[in-house]
Every structure is written in structure tokens, then in C-alpha cells.
């Protein structure tokens, strides 16, 4: 579905217009503002300089992202993939000390060796079930797959302890400290990476909505917090963020709540963003969306002002759901802003890395995006799917989890089961 | 079940003899002096000074064990879960300590919070199924552990976020370096710690036998790898333990790999052992072991026969899982221990703590134990778990949760779909 792209208005939904924003919002990557004595964004007067420069990558990135929610689902995987490598680089490299390294031969492999072993994993179980249903057609191929699945935890586990050992034996003398660092310093990195991209993925394939949604609040949080700061901002927030301010803060809350019950209207309509996707094709999607996207009719209440143009107005009971992911991205997700923040201030770094120009790396894009993810996961997984054993849960395991050999025992058995009771009542 | 005291020990006393033969360098500083500078056992002669301290704390430990094995599944776990807290207790200590000069109030807090939160999201999830099992009786409860579990997650969540929200409002400047160290110290702690234990419950309830062969074979292999080189012990292994050597290092492998044959004959008989355990009661046991415990007669073939008093065997298929899980506690296993003795290189530390005389910390005693108890717990699911179980588990699944019209709902709906991938076939 193509979006409609206004050029960095406030309401532009999508990723990195409000990276942009964000962006300026920040004391690290500007530093020559700080000749100003009054640090408020409210006062900086060079920020139009740096504005054009950051307009310039967004459109870029929000191109190419708009594109890629265009192709689909498996799409928007290898983006998340390839984002999660470029994460990943940056951050091995940051505690990297060269003069250790040269000493090391080969221990950088051993970091990307964990990743990859990591990412088998993660992978492997996340749409283990969507590969199984691409496959069915093959027999052979079915076979060979189901076969692949069933061995994949001890596959990953004797990649890892391989890992492990290539790790003990190759501790240097005198070096031990900085190996063992290394190794906690990979293993935390992989943990922050992984987690995220793969409650991502999970989203994604249970619905682009629920990917699209949560990423966008993000974005329209940073942009409405940098508008209102711009224009109200006076007192500062957090020592860790000396330009974020409270007025910032709350105004940009409201903003996301509102926008949340609205953006949640409007991408509910599209069954490409709706519908679960159950394999690994590439096609067009259709579904039954459920009650969830079915829009219900509420008569506007008697004290709305007259000019209110509906007299009906259509509620998706989605949007109640957004309002709570709206509270999220707003309240607690730019915790994760702040925590990035200490973590540079810890370390004394300016940036993550500089693979964007004008905004700094990967992970000083999707700080805040993480939190997010792997809450929307959750709440997903908590309040959205329903609960309670039903039918087509257990029907979707039966299909999803067994060999056609087992569903057939099944099928017996039940036979059998129903048989039983039948004779038993009557 | 009473263990015999003849069989093996399990765990206490082989600490003992792991304890001496990795650990005397540090312990004894001035032996390798007195023993004309060369480091092995064999040559020590202070040893029986050192052994008489361990066997006692060994046998208290040894006592402590079979009773708890005796009492029953929740007692272990409950034995698990008080080891795990003296770990983290240690561990957490351990990095005060070496960072002694900096203190933030209320710091370590944080660490039991983090702590606290880890356990109550994986025991929640391993023990959800079994708290489900034990209140079926009661109607209310039921409902209500049920709705507890439906939000298990986002409880957790949001424990857990509120545990960082507090951590990044604690922040002071020039302590962040420190406070982020702590902080992914802690996360470390916690993944070691509970990946481990939580494995290890998962096996405990599967049956008494997925603990304690595991662990009493590890156990065993420190034991034969004591008395290998105590005899014949010339070449050393490796840098970072300087007492072991090749010859234990073979022979003590051979005889794990033997004796986890053995063992598994003599465990697998016991109800009380190869029984899992579906719900939280602390009654007898009764079951179908199934056929993975059945004995079976294999005559010899006739010219062995002769030879021998006996004219066959009885192997259980078990004992043949059990011949992979001594090959891996004898080869792979020790790496955990390499991996301990480098950290405390690393960071110049003794011991990981003080709590078993003449022993060190728990976590000493525990090193080999973790990367065993995740490779059973892996192992079983991967090849023990007999593939019928699957279907087993979803019919399980069926009976409880279905009523009968759901039943057979469910049965008119899976013929309907074999019905179309049989015409699809054609």
C-alpha cells in the first residue's frame, strides 16, 4: 500500500522524519550550540544548518522504508536483519581496544560466530511453524525440513558450546581481562540486539499493523516532543537529556495518544497490514481480520460542539489497544533514549557509530524503538490473542506442529476419544 | 528411594576431590615449592592434610543430598532454588568486593529486584502448567491461577521495566561507568544463573533420573579424573588449570562413560526416579515408565559366553542416551570448570566465596554442573522426549480444555481438511 508522504509535517508517521527530529533534540551531536549559554532548543539559532542536512538522509530513509512495507512481510525481515547487523557491527566495535585486538588474532570471528549461532536460533524458532507451512507441498522437502527443526535447539546449543570452547582455548595469558570482557561486553550486545529484532519479526509476521504501528508512535513521539519543546520548552527534564524538557515531554504524550487512536483507524482498513502471515510467500494476503479491525458505529454524543462534521463515527476496537501502546511509546519508551544516553555519557562517546550522516549510527536510531518492540510484543501476546484454548488455536497446532503421520494418529485417536464418549452417555 | 551408599557418590565428595585437584595451586601456594616445583598431585604431600577437611564438609553435603532426594521433586526444586540464591548471593558480592571503593546506597537493591523479577518470570513459566494441575480441583483457584498466568508475561514486563526506569533515575554523574558495569554485571549473573536452574527444575520434573544422573556423572567424572592422575598423572592439560593432566583427563572419561551406563540400569529401576511429576503434590508416584526404562535380555554371543559367568545383559534403551551423557560431563563438561578458573584469574580472585569449608563458594562447586544441566535438558527434549509425545500432549490438550461438541467440531473440521489434501494430491 503506497502511504501518502507529506514532507516532515508533524503527522508523517513513518521512521525517519522524526529521527531527524529527535535528533536535534540531543546535546551530542551538535556541539557547537553549546557556545549558546541557554542550551533549550527554543534559542539555537544554527539548528537550520543541521536541519537541512538531516532532511536530506530522511527522505532518504523514509523512501526506502515506505518500500519496503510496500513488498511485504519477508521483506521487512531482511530489513530488520540487515538493520541488526549494522547494530551489531557498531556496537562490537565500540569497546574494542586496537592494541588488544592485534595481540587476538581471530577474536573478532568469534563475535560474529555468537551472532550468527545466535541468529540461527532466534530465527530458526520464531518461523520455524511458517517454514513448515511453505514447505508441505514437497514431501521430500517436508521431511527434510521437519527433520532440520526438530534437531534445531541442539544444533544452535553445540554451535554455541563450539563457541565456548574456541573461547577458553584461546585465553592468552595477561589478556584474561579484556577476553572475559569481550565475551560479557558480545553476549550483552547479542541479548539487546536479538531480543528486539525478534519480538519484531514475531509482530510482523502476526500482522505489519503490529509492527507499523508501534514504530510510527515512536517517530511521532520524538517529532511532537521536538515540536513542543521548540515552541514551549522551558523547563529541562533529565539531566541525562539537558535538552528534552517537561513541556516537551507531556505535550508530545497527548500528541501520541491522539495520533495512536487515529493511526489505528486509518492502517486497520488495509488487510495488507492486518492479516497474519502463516508462510513464507511473498503474495497478496487475504483474511478474515477479525473482530478486532471490524469497525463498529458509535453516535457522536450530544455535547460535541456543531461544527463537528460526522454525526457517526466508526471506532475500530483496535484503537482502544493503540491507546495503550500510545501511553507506552510516550511515557516509558524514551527511557530507553535516556538509557542510551547514560550508557554514551558512561563511556564517553559521542555517537554509536556514523553510518547515517547528519543523525550518528544505527543504535542511536533504535533505542527507543527496542523498548517499544518487545513491549508491543507482549501486550500482543497478553491481550490480544485470545487466551482461552479455542478451536482454531488447537487446530493451528495440530497443523502447524506435527507431521502428517501424527495428524492422522490424532485424528484417530480423537475418533476414537468421541466414540468412547458417545457410548458412554448413552 | 534410598541411593546406596556403595554406588558413587553424587556431587559432594567428587566437589571434594575437584576442589583438590584444581585448586591446591591457590590454595597452598607453597606446596609446588616444597614439592621440588613440580605441580602435579602426585607428587603433593600435603594432600591427606587437605582431605581430611573436605571429606567432612563432603559428607555433610553428601547426607544432605540423598535426603532431599528422598523427600521429592519439590524439595529439590526447592534445593535448586536456595543454591541459586547463594550463587547470585556470591557473585553479586564478588563484584563489590573488587570494586570496593565506590558504594551507592541502595545499589544492591537493584540486584535482588532484577533477581527477584528473573524468577518469578522463569519459575512462573516452568511451573505453570503444574500449579495448573494442582488446583484443578477447586473451581475459583482455578480461574484464578489462570488469569494470573494469562498475564505472567506483562507482569514480569513490567517488573522488569520498572526495575530499569529505577536504575536510569539512579544514574549519577561520574558513576556511570560504574553503574553500567553493575548493571550488566547483574544481567550476567542472572542469565548464568537462572538458565541453569531453571533447566535444571524443567529436568527434575521429567523425572528424578534427568537430575541426578546428569549431575552424579559429573561428579564422577571429577572423582576418576582425581584418581587417574593421582596414579599416572605426568602430561598437563592445560595453562589455566595446572593440576590436571592428559592421563586424568582420558581415564577419567572412560570411566564416566561406563559408569553413566551402569548408573542408568541401576537408577532406572526406581518408580521414584523415572516418573515425572505433572503437578505439585509430593506423594508417591505411580506410572508407566514407558519403554524407554524397560529392560531388555541380550544374550551374548556364544564364544563371549563362555567365557563369562553371565549368559547375557539386561540393557534398558535408556543406557544408551546415558553413553552420550557421560561422553559429553567428560569431555565438554570440564570446559565449564576452565571457564571458572580463567574468570578468577581474570579478575585475581581466590574463590567465587567462602560459604563450604575447604571447598570455596558455591558457585565453585556448581561450575561444571551448569553447562551439564543445560546440555540434559537439551538433550531430552531434542532426543529422549518420544515424538508420539507430541501428539499425546495436544490430545492432553483436547480432553481438558474442549467440551464434547468442541471435540467433535474439532474432528468434523481436521477430516474436512485431510479430505482436500488428499484431492489436492492428485
Not at chain 1, 21 to 46: H, I, Y
Not at chain 1, 122 to 129: A, D, P
Not at chain 1, 136 to 156: A, E, P
Request: charged fraction near 15%; aromatic fraction near 18%.
Amino acid at each position: 500500500m503506497d502511504r501518502d508522504n507529506g514532507s516532515g509535517g508533524p503527522s508523517t508517521p513513518s521512521g525517519p522524519t522524526a529521527r531527524l527530529r529527535r535528533r536535534k533534540g540531543s546535546t551530542e551531536v551538535a556541539p557547537e550550540v553549546e557556545t549558546n549559554g541557554d542550551r533549550l532548543l527554543f534559542n539555537d539559532r544554527n539548528k537550520y544548518k543541521s536541519m537541512l542536512i538531516r532532511t536530506y538522509s530522511t527522505v532518504w530513509m523514509i523512501g526506502g522504508f515506505v518500500s519496503i512495507i510496500y513488498l511485504g512481510h519477508l521483506y521487512i525481515w531482511a530489513m530488520v536483519v540487515v538493520i541488526q547487523i549494522f547494530m551489531a557491527k557498531e556496537l562490537f566495535n565500540l569497546l574494542r581496544k586496537a592494541h588488544e585486538d592485534r595481540q587476538l588474532p581471530g577474536f573478532r570471528l568469534l563475535n560474529w560466530h555468537f551472532f550468527f549461532t545466535v541468529m540461527l536460533f532466534v530465527y530458526g524458532r520464531i518461523l520455524s511453524q511458517r517454514l513448515v507451512n511453505t514447505v508441505t507441498m514437497d514431501k521430500f522437502l517436508y521431511k527434510l525440513v521437519g527433520r532440520l527443526i526438530k534437531y534445531h535447539m541442539v544444533t544452535c546449543y553445540f554451535l554455541y558450546i563450539a563457541g565456548f570452547m574456541w573461547f577458553i582455548l584461546t585465553l592468552k595469558k595477561k589478556m584474561y581481562k579484556y577476553q572475559f570482557s569481550q565475551y560479557a561486553w558480545t553476549h550483552m550486545i547479542l541479548i539487546v540486539v536479538f531480543t528486539q529484532s525478534a519480538f519484531t519479526v514475531a509482530n510482523i509476521f502476526e500482522g505489519i499493523f503490529w509492527f507499523l504501528l508501534p514504530a510510527s508512535l515512536i517517530v511521532i513521539n520524538d517529532i511532537a516532543a521536538y515540536i513542543f519543546g521548540f515552541f514551549f520548552g522551558r523547563t529541562p527534564l533529565i539531566k541525562l537529556s539537558p535538552k528534552k524538557t517537561w513541556e516537551g515531554f507531556i505535550g508530545a504524550s497527548f500528541a501520541t495518544m491522539i495520533s495512536a487512536f487515529v493511526l489505528a483507524n486509518i492502517m486497520g482498513r488495509f488487510q495488507w497490514l492486518t492479516c497474519p502471515r502463516k508462510d513464507l510467500s511473498t503474495g497478496w494476503l487475504e483474511c478474515d481480520p477479525g473482530s478486532l479491525f471490524k469497525p463498529e458505529y458509535y453516535t457522536v454524543p450530544q455535547w460535541f460542539p456543531e461544527w463537528f462534521p460526522w454525526r457517526e463515527i466508526s471506532i475500530l476496537p483496535v484503537q482502544w489497544h493503540a491507546l495503550c501502546l500510545g501511553l507506552f511509546a510516550s511515557i516509558i519508551a524514551p527511557f530507553g533514549g535516556f538509557f542510551a544516553s547514560g550508557f554514551k555519557r558512561a563511556f564517553k562517546i559521542k555517537d554509536f557509530g556514523d553510518s547515517i550522516p547528519g543523525h550518528g549510527g544505527i543504535t542511536d536510531r533504535m533505542d527507543c524503538q527496542m523498548v517499544m518492540a518487545v513491549f508491543a510484543y507482549i501486550y500482543h501476546q497478553s491481550f490480544i490473542v485470545p487466551q482461552s484454548l479455542s478451536i482454531e488455536m488447537i487446530m493451528d497446532q495440530i497443523l502447524m506442529n506435527l507431521t502428517f503421520e501424527e495428524q492422522r494418529a490424532l485424528y484417530t485417536k480423537l475418533g476414537q476419544i468421541i466414540m468412547e464418549k458417545q457410548f458412554g452417555e448413552s | 528411594m534410598r541411593q546406596k551408599e556403595q554406588s558413587p557418590p553424587p556431587s559432594p565428595s567428587t566437589r571434594l576431590r575437584h576442589r583438590k585437584h584444581t585448586k591446591s595451586q591457590e590454595v597452598f601456594p607453597d606446596v609446588s615449592k616444597l614439592n621440588g616445583g613440580s605441580n602435579l598431585l602426585v607428587d603433593d604431600q600435603n594432600k591427606y592434610r587437605s582431605m581430611w577437611v573436605r571429606t567432612l564438609s563432603s559428607l555433610w553435603m553428601l547426607g544432605g543430598v540423598i535426603l532431599i532426594l528422598y523427600l521429592g521433586h519439590l524439595y529439590i526444586c526447592a534445593m535448586v532454588v536456595i543454591i541459586q540464591i547463594l550463587m547470585a548471593a556470591e557473585l553479586f558480592h564478588l563484584r563489590r568486593i573488587v570494586h570496593e571503593s565506590k558504594r551507592l546506597p541502595g545499589f544492591w537493591l537493584i540486584n535482588w529486584y532484577f533477581f527477584f523479577t528473573a524468577m518469578l518470570y522463569v519459575y512462573g513459566r516452568i511451573l505453570r502448567q503444574h500449579l495448573v494441575n494442582t488446583v484443578t480441583s477447586d473451581k475459583f483457584f482455578y480461574k484464578l491461577v489462570n488469569s494470573l498466568f494469562k498475564y505472567h508475561m506483562v507482569i514480569c514486563y513490567f517488573l522488569y521495566i520498572a526495575g530499569v526506569m529505577w536504575f536510569i533515575l539512579t544514574l549519577k554523574k561520574r558513576m556511570y561507568k560504574y553503574q553500567f558495569g553493575q548493571y550488566a554485571w547483574t544481567h550476567m549473573i542472572l542469565i548464568v544463573v537462572f538458565t541453569q536452574s531453571s533447566f535444571t527444575v524443567a529436568n527434575i520434573f521429567e523425572g528424578i533420573f534427568w537430575f541426578i544422573h546428569p549431575a552424579s556423572l559429573i561428579a564422577i567424572n571429577d572423582v576418576a579424573a582425581y584418581f587417574f592422575g593421582f596414579f599416572f598423572g605426568r602430561t598437563p592439560l592445560i595453562k589455566l588449570s595446572p593440576k590436571k593432566t592428559w592421563e586424568g583427563f582420558i581415564g577419567g572419561s572412560f570411566a564416566t562413560v561406563l559408569f553413566a551406563f551402569m548408573l542408568a540400569n541401576i537408577l532406572g529401576q526406581f518408580r521414584w526416579m523415572t516418573c515425572p511429576r505433572k503437578d505439585l503434590s509430593t506423594g508417591w508416584l505411580h506410572c508407566d515408565p514407558g519403554p524407554l526404562f524397560k529392560l531388555e535380555y541380550y544374550p551374548f554371543p556364544n564364544n563371549i559366553a563362555q567365557l563369562l559367568p553371565w549368559k547375557g545383559m539386561w540393557i534398558s534403551p535408556v543406557q544408551w542416551h546415558a553413553l552420550w551423557l557421560g561422553l559429553f560431563a567428560s569431555i565438554i563438561a570440564p570446559f565449564g570448570g576452565f571457564f571458572a578458573s580463567g574468570l578468577k584469574r581474570a579478575f585475581k580472585i581466590k574463590d567465587f566465596g567462602d560459604s563450604i569449608p575447604g571447598h570455596g563458594g558455591f558457585t565453585d562447586r556448581m561450575d561444571c554442573q551448569m553447562v551439564m544441566a543445560i546440555f540434559a535438558y537439551i538433550y531430552f527434549q531434542s532426543f529422549v522426549l518420544a515424538p508420539g509425545s507430541s501428539v499425546e500432549m495436544i490430545l492432553d490438550q483436547i480432553e481438558r480444555s474442549l467440551s464434547h461438541e468442541e471435540q467433535q467440531k474439532l474432528y468434523a473440521m481436521l477430516g474436512q481438511i485431510f479430505q482436500d489434501q488428499k484431492y489436492g494430491y492428485l
